[in-house]
């Protein structure tokens, strides 16, 4: 049996250890983890035993990493230590080296931040690795077997391992393999044995001349003496250090083996018995008179005492000293030593993270010594001869929104048709047939085509059913977007009037329409805006991508019944802005400068006139003496020709008493209208030049001298215009008093480029617009 006596032997990392018994047989303790190669007969190359297995398909994506690991030394360095034990110890033949009888063990994984569990049962508390989240890489799917197992537990101790990786796990794995240093795998094995030890050595020594000597002093030679009379003699030698014992215990206190102090004991006792051996002779007791009661009962417990000390013997028999010289005996017996070993079970933990072959494993494979594939292997799982060809069609379509009843989709894969009926509550489908090789491959492509059909449409506008033009597929999965693809169209197009004055036009009428003849599309609508909607949106229906104009049409229907329609116009705007028809606006401001202690009340009648353009506007303004009405009010009138600006009035003022005075009628172009108890009339005249090319004509330029004059009253304004073109124009302004004294006089002169002056007299006129005829 393996015997742990010193001196160990540790040789070339190789620790060995002796037998009891045997000289020549020496056993090894195992080497670290590593792993195990097996040497190909056909290149004569080690090959180490492990094979990433890596694949892809529709099981997913991962890896299977599968090694053996022994703990086996090279039989060279076995042989170098053999012969180094035979040097040391100076051995008559070749020692036997062995490996250490194994007893039991198990050995684990630690790989990836994952470990093999410890064995189910009493004891075997959770292993593996940390619990990861659905967030975390696992790297580590499963390691087999999940518990620490047994390794072979004789020879080389072979272990074998199979690890499931996930995706990453398999590329951090393949990249330490090939590249790295060490892999990041932990190999830890648990092993027992059975082995000799060193338990106790216990040794007596005695000065035997003074043992002798003490012996001849304490005891006569024709006295009888019992054991426990020399028993004490014995115990006051080992006192007086006469006779000394030491003992040598390897075990701890309590160990398995029992205590020091009772091997002490034995020593006493077996140095007691050579001393009534060799100093004492046995003798029988000779008879004493009868003892009374309380001697017999003192003899008694003395007896019992002897009994349990002697182990029952020694009170029963008397000894007597025997004259002797210990010298004179053979020195064998002079001196007492006792030696014990005791077998113990002792448990050793080899472990380590294993070597990567990635330098030695890429050189083989360059030089073509080892195949790449016997290393790393790929699978792409998934035969197309097994698989099914199978295609989910979506429905992107807004059922309702467009009013779409169904979409029916029928799909070919090879000469097999299947329809799908898609809806609003099942707007999803999938169809499969058996797959279709062609050379080693599955036919991907499946045609389709659909079918739409549209909920309460009138035949008569617009089609009831779209069929959409013949399709692929050749994913598993494909989308049905009628919109995207071109099928149809629904156009939102928004008419809003937000900004519109709806004081003067209540409701706006917008009627749209669309038509495409060749799709026999023929659409009409009419929407109504009010101030609470004042948007309408048109769902427009359309087949034909190119063809998105639509006819509008427009009406202003106004408070004073006087409604303005734009006309009907073309447009492609999915926003149209309905605006204010005539956004320009003449103001002016009427401001009574009155002296209200003599006015009792102020009324001006303001008006614009626009003949050509049909514009009229009228307003009565009326001021009194409170503190509101006393206060500037604005007429405003909504131009179509921004450059006719002129405004009229009239005033009526009544006074306290009740006395009237008018204002005759009278034109402004200014911003403001000032009413004065001393007011007169007021008369604005614009003049333009004909309206003729200056150059055709050979003019150079135009003038019109323009005078009015009142004597009576004391009035006269007189100006002179010059016009060098048609675009030129002025403005005469004059004073009047009264209405049938308001008319003014003319005289227009034209200045040929070749000198001719022609003059014209006009005469008196009337009118608040003049157009100077060509001299």
Same mark, same amino acid.
């Given at each position: ?114 470990? !093999? ?238 070597? !990567? ?419």
């Amino acid at each position: 049996m393996l015997f742990l006596k010193t001196p160990y032997a540790l040789i070339e990392g190789v620790a060995v250890f002796g037998d009891h018994a045997d000289p020549l047989q020496y056993y090894y303790l195992p080497a670290m983890p590593r792993l195990r190669a097996v040497r190909d007969p056909a290149t004569g190359v080690d090959v180490p035993q492990v094979q990433l297995l890596k694949f892809r398909g529709g099981a997913g994506n991962g890896g299977f990493l599968t090694f053996e690991v022994d703990l086996a030394f090279d039989q060279t360095r076995l042989d170098n230590v053999a012969a180094e034990l035979r040097r040391i110890y100076r051995l008559d033949g070749a020692p036997r080296l062995a490996p250490v009888p194994l007893e039991d063990g198990t050995v684990r994984l630690i790989i990836l931040g994952q470990q !093999s569990a410890a064995p189910p049962g009493p004891g075997g508390g959770g292993g593996g690795g940390g619990a990861t989240t659905d967030d975390e890489p696992r790297f580590v799917q499963k390691i087999d077997p999940p518990f620490a197992s047994k390794p072979a537990l004789y020879g080389d101790n072979q272990a074998i391992f199979s690890v499931q990786l996930d995706q990453s796990g398999v590329e951090l794995i393949e990249a330490s393999l090939l590249q790295g240093q060490i892999l990041p795998v932990g190999v830890v094995y648990a092993l027992d044995f059975f082995a000799l030890r060193p338990a106790f050595t216990v040794r007596v020594t005695a000065d035997w001349n003074r043992v002798q000597k003490h012996f001849d002093d304490s005891f006569g030679f024709d006295v009888l003496f019992s054991s426990v009379e020399i028993d004490k003699v014995v115990d006051q030698l080992i006192e007086d250090r006469v006779v000394t014992i030491d003992v040598d215990s390897f075990l701890p206190e309590g160990e398995e083996g029992g205590s020091w102090v009772g091997r002490r004991d034995q020593a006493v006792k077996d140095f007691k018995d050579m001393i009534l051996g060799t100093f004492f002779q046995p003798s029988i007791e000779p008879i004493k008179q009868e003892e009374d009661g309380w001697d017999k009962f003192t003899h008694t417990a003395e007896r019992l005492s002897l009994l349990a000390a002697t182990g029952g013997w020694g009170g029963a028999m008397k000894f007597h000293h025997v004259k002797r010289d210990i010298t004179r005996i053979d020195t064998k017996v002079a001196n007492l030593t006792m030696n014990e070993r005791v077998t113990v079970k002792r448990s050793i933990y080899p472990q380590a993270n294993l070597k !990567s072959l990635g330098a030695t494993l890429r050189d083989l494979i360059e030089r073509g010594k080892i195949d790449r594939s016997l290393l790393v292997q790929e699978v792409t799982l998934g035969s197309a001869w097994f698989a099914s060809r199978q295609v989910t069609a979506h429905a992107l379509v807004n059922f309702d929104h467009d009013d779409v009843e169904a979409v029916t989709l029928t799909l070919s894969y090879g000469d097999q048709p299947q329809t799908l009926r898609l809806t609003k509550d099942t707007a999803s489908g999938a169809r499969q047939w058996n797959s279709i090789l062609v050379g080693n491959a599955m036919k991907r492509e499946v045609e389709y085509s659909y079918r739409i059909s549209f909920r309460d449409v009138d035949t008569a506008e617009r089609p009831g059913v779209v069929d959409s033009p013949q399709l692929v597929a050749r994913g598993d999965e494909f989308d049905l977007s009628p919109r995207g693809e071109g099928v149809y169209f629904v156009d939102e197009i928004t008419f809003g009037a937000d900004t519109l004055p709806w004081d003067r036009y209540p409701t706006v009428s917008v009627e749209a329409r669309y038509t495409d003849d060749e799709h026999r599309i023929r659409l009409a609508e009419t929407f109504l805006l009010t101030k609470a909607s004042p948007e309408a949106t048109w769902r427009r229906f359309r087949l034909n991508p190119d063809l998105d104009t639509y006819q509008v049409n427009v009406t202003y229907l106004a408070a004073d019944h006087r409604d303005v329609s734009l006309g009907w116009r073309s447009t492609d705007e999915e926003r149209l802005v309905i605006r204010d028809p005539r956004p320009a606006k003449r103001s002016v401001q009427v401001v009574p400068a009155v002296p209200w202690a003599l006015v009792a009340m102020v009324l001006v009648e303001v008006t614009y006139d626009d003949v050509a353009n049909d514009v009229h506007e009228r307003q009565t303004l009326s001021f009194m003496n409170t503190d509101t009405d006393r206060l500037p009010k604005t007429f405003s009138a909504n131009l179509v020709d921004p450059d006719q600006r002129f405004v009229g009035y009239s005033a009526t003022i009544l006074l306290s008493d009740n006395r009237i005075i008018t204002v005759p009628p009278s034109v402004t172009a200014g911003p403001a209208i000032f009413i004065r108890t001393d007011m007169i009339g007021h008369r604005v005249v614009a003049v333009r030049p004909p309206s003729v090319d200056f150059g055709v004509q050979g003019l150079l330029r135009v003038e019109a001298d323009l005078s009015f004059a009142d004597a009576d009253a004391g009035l006269s304004f007189a100006d002179t215009y010059t016009f060098f073109s048609a675009k030129d124009s002025g403005v005469f302004e004059y004073d009047y008093v009264a209405a049938e004294r308001n008319r003014y006089h003319c005289r227009v002169r034209g200045v040929h480029s070749n000198g001719l002056v022609q003059e014209r007299d006009l005469g008196m006129l009337d009118g608040d617009r003049l157009i100077l005829p060509v001299a």
